[in-house]
């Protein structure tokens, strides 16, 4: 998408059945962001953030497709948005 278009990434985000990220400092936010949704995340690169327990680490590029195939097989449908209305995710904390 062009950077002009206006889109809700967290909108995006919140469709999704599992996350993937590459980047160290928005990847950061974004593993926070699906974290809070109960969604996994898989990391395509070593970051301070890996091996934490929080996210599906690739040890290599193999091993990056192997997970990426089984997330697919395996990731349950989004879940439905909060009934109480679209997140304030204005903030570093997201709010119903």
Do not use: I
């Not at 990434?9 to 974290?35: I, K, N």
């Not at 990731?75 to 909060?82: C, G, M, R, V």
């Amino acid at each position: 998408m062009p950077a002009e278009t206006k889109v809700n990434t967290y909108a995006l985000m919140e469709a999704c059945r599992f996350g993937v990220v590459f980047s160290v400092h928005t990847g950061l936010r974004d593993v926070e962001f699906w974290s809070m949704l109960g969604r996994p995340v898989l990391v395509g690169t070593h970051t301070y953030y890996t091996r934490r327990g929080f996210t599906v680490d690739a040890r290599d590029r193999d091993h990056y497709f192997v997970q990426l195939a089984r997330m697919c097989d395996e990731a349950e449908p989004a879940l439905a948005p909060s009934p109480r209305g679209r997140r304030d995710c204005s903030t570093s904390s997201c709010t119903a």
